[in-house]
């Protein structure tokens, strides 16, 4: 029968033809632990006669019996070197007693407690959390009851234009941009004065007010 291999839920392995080695990660955080390479004897018996190939221009099949070599007793050698990595990991994280998750000590365990921080927050970081999250809340409350459109004309009644040079917004009776001095093509257009002695009009006199002169 076979035998219950622990801490396994969590790993990546990444063990090739030259020999095994995994990296553990743990359930919570992901943070990971690698363990130490171990050299497969097949491994190395396929380097040395793909050396001997080289050196002598091919030993026929030589290189692929190593490689079925490999194949072969590869399964028994991977699941011993992951009990080996597994003893090795388990030294490195802590288990939790209550949900049976594998934890990182420096992050993800709460050492007063003797459980995991899921099962058992840390108090001040459970309490800076909520403040956390509870000021976040409060200012995206408190920044949608106020008006911050109160004083923008959606309407455009106040007939707002931009400076064809620098973009600053103008209205029509600006003469000319604040910002650059360039003069305002709506205001220039809507200007109306007198012909006889130049004061300004508005839209709708014919005759000027001033001297009596009919525009």
């Known amino acids: 029968m076979s035998t219950l291999i622990q801490f396994v839920a969590n790993y990546d392995d990444l063990s090739t033809d030259k020999g095994f080695q995994?990296?553990?990660h743990c359930d919570k955080c992901?943070?990971?632990y690698m363990s130490r390479f171990q050299p497969s004897a097949i491994g190395i018996a396929g380097s040395l006669l793909q050396a001997a190939s080289s050196l002598f221009g091919g030993l026929g099949g030589a290189e692929?019996?190593?490689?079925?070599i490999q194949r072969a007793v590869g399964g028994k050698a991977h699941d011993s070197a992951l009990e080996t990595a597994v003893a090795e990991g388990k030294q490195q994280f802590k288990q939790c007693t209550h949900c049976g998750h594998?934890?990182?000590?420096?992050?993800c365990w709460n050492h007063s407690a003797?459980?995991?921080?899921?099962?058992?927050?840390?108090?001040q970081e459970e309490l800076r959390t909520?403040?956390?999250?509870?000021?976040?809340?409060q200012i995206y409350t408190k920044t949608r009851e106020r008006d911050y459109t109160q004083n923008l004309d959606f309407l455009n009644r106040d007939a707002l234009s931009q400076c064809p040079s620098c973009q600053a917004k103008l209205?029509?009776?600006q003469k000319f941009c604040p910002g650059c001095g360039t003069p305002n093509p709506a205001a220039q257009a809507q200007a109306r004065h007198c012909t006889g002695c130049?004061?300004?009009?508005?839209?709708?006199?014919?005759?000027c007010g001033e001297c009596g002169t009919k525009n």
């Open 30 to 32: 992901r943070n990971g």
């Open 130 to 137: 909520q403040q956390a999250q509870a000021t976040k809340e």
């Open 171 to 173: 209205t029509a009776g």
């Open 64 to 68: 692929n019996a190593a490689y079925h």
């Open 114 to 123: 003797g459980l995991c921080e899921t099962c058992a927050p840390d108090e």
């Open 102 to 107: 594998w934890v990182c000590p420096d992050v």
């Open 198 to 207: 130049g004061t300004a009009l508005k839209p709708e006199q014919k005759f």
């Open 22 to 24: 995994f990296k553990f």
